[in-house]
């Protein structure tokens, strides 16, 4: 499992933390959710924002969720997002190393990467892959919470 290691682990407490992002249409209307685990504790952080993508919504949901965390922790992070696993764990290097360019020009949703990029560095995280939709239950609450954090049209 893809880690960024900064801090030494004897003295850090342990998080699992579950993230999910959701819009419907994409773009359009989104929700974000996150479930945080520590020790018996349990919190439960979600949003929503009325135009954006689905992968902004991914990028949110892991920022929000280490945003909550307030001290240097060791993090499980699980995602069924491939672009927020593999952005941090393979491409972040890379757009640091061209200032924040991908190789094809300019990077989508920046903002958000460079929040990211910040906020990992004050944890030690383990990315984990896990495939939506699927049989693990704290994807699926958090898939659920997402899409209700969608906001609603009135009209």
């Known amino acids: 499992m893809p880690s960024i290691r900064k801090n030494s682990d004897a003295h850090l407490s342990h998080v699992t933390i579950y993230t999910d992002g959701a819009c419907s249409p994409n773009p359009g209307p989104g929700g974000w959710a996150a479930v945080l685990w520590f020790g018996e504790h349990k919190k439960i952080l979600t949003g929503s924002e009325t135009l954006t993508t689905n992968n902004r919504m991914e990028l949110t949901a892991a920022i929000r969720a280490l ?89």
């Open 67 to 155: 945003q909550a965390l307030e001290r240097p922790s060791l993090v499980e992070l699980y995602t069924d997002s491939e672009y927020l696993r593999r952005g941090v764990t393979e491409w972040l290097p890379r757009w640091r190393a061209r200032q924040w360019r991908r190789k094809g020009g300019s990077l989508a949703n920046l903002d958000l990467w460079q929040t990211l990029d910040s906020l990992i560095h004050q944890h030690e995280v383990t990315w984990h892959w896990v495939r939506g939709h699927s049989d693990d239950p704290n994807n699926l609450l958090v898939d659920t919470l997402a899409r209700h954090a969608i906001p609603k049209n009135k009209c």
